[in-house]
């Protein structure tokens, strides 16, 4: 008989401020490389008064996923984490697959601003609100055990702990695996969704030029565009980003006089998306930080 057939052992790895242990002899803190070859059985959230929380999914969400156990951590400290600062969304930790390796951090407010700091599929995505994102470092059933357990380190309540239940995975499972990561990498290519037309005209062709008579909208629009790009489809109204959102974006009125040299060498490092308005004239540039 396929040893493919057999029941596998159900491990139970139990997070909490202060420790992480697992049923499962191999697991090693030290080495979280390792969560590429379990799957997720179950999920959930036990307070200190002993109460269960599970995920409440959205449509359409993957359930028992390797991102299952990130989102259960949003879910429970959602307004807390919506009430860090900036400065402390950015820093906050995330993984560390080993003592060697660098330690990735930050929760992000778009998929393009994680992107700016690292430029990679291996991401979650969790929705709260009207549409607002938090966007952290994501891969394998491990590689968030370290920003779970920062959560109840600032958050939590003493007794308060997180419990995963997970197995082997089997051979398909393994190569599935694999196929899902290369799908999920061309999915990332692909034409997204936006709301104004020329938000996609600008991403391929990294500048725009509207010109016209004052007062005819080309501020509005470039107010729309940036907007859109920024928030990942989301908002086409500036108003409605959040202020990380914002500070990606720099608006710019010349005065007649300005040299295009005086441009040049103008320091606007750290800005995604440009907006200058030059006599009848308004430039759009975007940067994808690629």
Not at 78 to 104: G, H, R
Not at 113 to 129: A, L, T
Request: with cysteine.
């Amino acid at each position: 008989m396929s040893t493919e057939n057999t029941i596998k052992e159900k491990f139970i790895l139990t997070i909490t401020a202060n420790t992480v242990i697992s049923t499962d002899s191999r697991f090693d803190i030290n080495n979280l490389g390792l969560g590429d070859y379990y799957k997720t059985l179950d999920v959930k959230f036990e307070n200190s008064n002993g109460e269960i929380i599970t995920r409440n999914y959205n449509k359409g969400e993957r359930k028992n996923s390797n991102q299952t156990l990130p989102r259960l951590a949003f879910q429970i400290f959602e307004k807390e984490i919506v009430n860090l600062s900036a400065e402390e969304k950015e820093m906050f930790p995330v993984c560390k697959y080993n003592p060697d390796s660098e330690l990735k951090h930050g929760i992000y407010s778009s998929v393009a601003s994680f992107k700016r700091y690292r430029n990679s599929i291996e991401y979650m995505k969790y929705s709260y609100g009207e549409g607002r994102l938090f966007v952290i470092y994501c891969w394998n059933l491990f590689s968030t055990i370290i920003f779970v357990q920062e959560c109840l380190k600032r958050f939590g309540q003493e007794g308060d702990k997180f419990i995963l239940t997970y197995r082997d995975k089997d051979s398909i499972e393994s190569e599935e695996n694999t196929i899902e990561a290369t799908v999920q990498e061309e999915l990332e290519k692909p034409i997204k969704e936006y709301r104004n037309p020329y938000s996609r005209k600008l991403i391929e062709s990294k500048n725009i030029i509207f010109r016209g008579a004052p007062g005819t909208g080309k501020t509005y629009l470039a107010k729309q565009i940036a907007a859109d790009i920024i928030s990942d489809g989301y908002y086409d109204n500036y108003e409605l980003l959040s202020d990380e959102q914002k500070q990606q974006i720099e608006f710019v009125q010349f005065h007649p006089s300005y040299d295009y040299s005086d441009f040049v060498e103008s320091d606007y490092e750290g800005k995604y998306f440009l907006y200058i308005k030059y006599r009848w004239k308004v430039y759009l540039y975007y940067d994808t930080r690629e």
